[in-house]
Each structure stands twice: as structure tokens, then as C-alpha cells.
């Protein structure tokens, strides 16, 4: 059977490619998902995920993150923590438990303590030295400065589809601040008899309309999932336009159960791809009224 990898932004390429690698060789889902963020995690270019990540106000970098098995709906997650290396692998571990599968800060922190994962201080000299710049000034939260959540989705070659997610939130949130990345049916959600679905963009707007889930149903309606992503996100814009008056951005990726990928976004977007019949790309969105216009993007 055919395998199906995607993540979000151009950030994600080299870890679409580790995912790639894996599933070609008859890897699991799970496994290609949580290497594919991991290497996103690990890499300080990247100023919103792991290390390098930006920090809240008060120059702490705390880290979300979240885990899904389409096969079982089982799901991990974990938020506002600090000090560990990678929120994907804690969140992953907590997923099979009956209980306590979302823990958040010092219990989240312990958790991962006494179960032996790495721990690792993510605030580097260059996010320091960004927060110094920006720390006095007033300024309005952008979802997409400096890019946001790293997103994973992966078909596996048995079929199962498994969703990840891992971000250093907005940069100069609040203390305690946690946005949809963790939170199961808003920031990703999969069910292998379906499809997968996965946000990035203003938590607090995703959140509103639980995108995910809402993707991953208009599949089980029987949409594509390109359609099923770009009605669910040009659904939730236009119903916050009409009550709020403006809409912040808001991007999805979907993989369907037969391993179709599809794309929604009210704002320009990238992200890479790869299948059983194609390396890994990345592509850039356009949103055109309810559509989306999709072109590679050359990194040369």
C-alpha cells in the first residue's frame, strides 16, 4: 500500500524527508512522525519550535506539543513545558495511558523527569538576543512571526495515519498561555478510517472552531481533503469576519485514510510533502476566495 508524509512551513523539509526515509522502509506512522518533528525541534534556525524557540514575556522558552494514533484515537499532550528537548516524544509516551494523557507544566515536567526524557535548556544566545530587541516594545500577537507550529501527518504503508504537532507558541505570549497545538480536534486530529488533520496559525482563532476535527469530518462526509481543508478553514474566516469583524490566519493539512493530501489557508503558506510515488517537496499556498493556488517552491 501507498504511504503519505506532510508538515508545515519549508522548516519541516528536511524532516519530511526523515519521515519519507522511514516509511519507504516499511516504518510506522508514529515513528515517521515523531523523527520528522523531532529534527524540526532540534534545529535552532527554526525560532518557534524546541530549541531557539522565541519566549514568552518573560525570556522563559516553554514548549507544547501533541500526539494522535488514527488507529485507536488514543492521543497524548503536553503544555507549557520547559527544559525538555522534544514535546512530540513526551507527548507520544503519554498517549497509550487510561488517564493523565494531557499534563501541563510542573506536572508535565515532572512527568517527563521521571520517565528519563532528555532534558535540555531551549533558550539560546540568539532568541535571547531577539527578546532583548522586542521586550520593551508594544506590539500586537502575530501567529506567524518567525513561523509557528511544526505539524506532522503520516499515512503508513498499513494505513495507519498518525498526527503530530510541536511549537514555542507566540512569541511573547503570557506566562501559562497555551494555544491549539496541544489540543486534540483544534490543533490536529486522526482517525486512520478517515483522515488526518493538522493547524497552524492564531490558536485562539483555531480553537474557535475546532479546525481539525472539522476537516477530518468533512472527509468523513466524503470530501477530498483538499476540499474538506479549504472549506473547513474558509468556513471558520468567513464566520469570524461576519461576528468579529476580522479573521487571524489559519492553515491545515489533510491526509485522507486512501493517503490524498490536501491544503487550506486564509494566509500565504508553505509546506512539504512526500509519497510513495514522489520525493519530498515543498510547495507554497496562495488563498484565492475559497480556493487556494498551490506552486513548488524552489529553496535553490
Known sequence: MEWTVIGTWKMAAAGVRIA????????????????????VEDNPEFHSVGYGGRPDRTCHVVLDGGFMDGDTLHFGA????????SPVRIARSLMDKEANNFLVGPG???????????ERDNLTEAAKEIWKAEKDRLKKLSAYDG???????ARDAHGTICAGTSTSGLFMKEPGR????????SGYYADSRTGAAAATGMGEEIMKGALSYACVMH??????????AQKAVSDLDRELKERNGHAEAMSLIAVSRQGEWGIGTNVEFTFAVSD???PAKVYIARPEADAVRIEELNLE
Request: a negative charge.
Open 20 to 39: 519519507a526515509d522511514i516509511l519507504q522502509q516499511g516504518g510506522t506512522a508514529a515513528d515517521a512522525v515523531t523523527e520528522g518533528i523531532s529534527d
Open 78 to 85: 503536553v503544555g507549557s513545558l520547559e527544559g525538555f528537548r
Open 108 to 118: 508535565a515536567e515532572a512527568y517527563a523527569r521521571a520517565n528519563g526524557f532528555e
Open 147 to 153: 513561523h509557528d507550529t511544526v505539524c506532522f501527518l
Open 178 to 185: 497555551v494555544g491549539d497545538t496541544p489540543v486534540p480536534g
Open 219 to 228: 472527509m468523513k462526509n466524503g470530501m477530498s481533503p483538499m476540499e474538506a
Open 276 to 278: 510513495s510515488s514522489h
